[in-house]
């Protein structure tokens, strides 16, 4: 069973940060692309970042490139994104997934999300 749980987010005031993770079970991290994803009330989901298969190879989004960070722990079998310099607008529920490779279009294995709230 291919399984992935995201935990981390929590309240945070504009300029802030946050750590999130994203578990796995039934497969190893190094072994597929896994993607962290946003989607805020009233919007498509976003991509927001991803790690590549073996290589380490890292991608961002716009809105997320300068300010967050995605990386893999293979003896913990977790990815992490670290989220600095938040802002509002990164107000959402942060997903991951898992892909071939991150310019996959098929993604699954969707986490249950992980709620990020940034207000003053």
């Known amino acids: 069973q291919v399984q992935l749980v995201e935990s981390g987010g929590g309240l945070v005031q504009p300029g802030g940060s946050l750590r999130l993770s994203c578990e796995a079970s039934?497969?190893?991290?190094?072994?597929?692309?896994i993607g962290w994803f946003r989607q805020a009330p009233g919007k498509e989901r976003e991509g927001v970042s991803c790690?590549?298969?073996?290589?380490?190879?890292?991608y961002y989004g716009d809105s997320a490139k300068g300010r967050f960070t995605i990386s893999r722990d293979s003896a913990k079998n977790t990815v992490y994104l670290q989220m600095d310099s938040l802002e509002p607008e990164d107000t959402a529920v942060y997903y991951c997934?898992?892909?071939?490779?991150?310019?996959?279009?098929?993604?699954?294995?969707w986490g249950q999300g992980t709620q990020v709230t940034v207000s003053s």
């Open positions: 997934a898992t892909d071939t490779h991150c310019s996959g279009y098929k993604w699954n294995s």
């Open positions: 790690i590549n298969i073996r290589d380490g190879s890292v």
């Open positions: 039934g497969f190893t991290v190094d072994d597929y692309a």
